[in-house]
């Protein structure tokens, strides 16, 4: 995906937990390569929408996950359900590298947040107690956020979405089976 194209991925049947209420168990899981030295706005990775496409409502987006300062040295994974506050939490720093594929896991259990790394966690817990107050959701986009106003550069090649938390092991094994694949491919 390219930010010059505004190239994404659109899902219009798939939200989780039917995309009406604030979604206490989730997990989101990322095989993806970030392009290096590009700016925050080209992180997005994934958000769900409500039927808007212009102005505040078309941005209000429920479980928006982000990669943060690519092009940096502070490189953090950042999850945001909003409106109303704008507070997010955000993984520690030396969440990725660039021009490599690698595995980032976003584990959601109630305000509870964990951010995991090639199948190892990245830092302690972190907690986000924002409640989504937006409308029904009707779109699942990755890649892009609501308005087109940042996309994501850089290369997706496996996403997975579970409407449960996995736990510290379950996001390992996924990882070493991915992982054993490559390594067989080289």
Known sequence: LTAAQQT???ANSFQIAGGTNKVTAATWEFWVRADSALADDRGVLYGEYPAATTGAAGDTARHFIRMNGIG???????????????GSASSDSGAFETATFQQLVVVK????????????????GKANAETYIGGK??????????QGNESFDGQFTIIR?????????????????ENSVRQTED
């Open 161 to 177: 979405i579970y409407d449960r938390a996995l736990g510290p092991a379950e996001v390992k094994a996924n990882y070493e089976a």
């Open 72 to 86: 940096g040295a502070v490189r953090q994974v950042s999850f945001d359900e909003y409106p109303p506050s704008g």
């Open 109 to 124: 259990q109630a305000d509870a947040l964990a951010f995991y790394l090639n199948g190892a966690p990245l830092g302690g």
């Open 137 to 146: 959701i009707t779109r699942t986009l990755l890649g892009i956020r609501g």
């Open 8 to 10: 994404h991925i659109e």
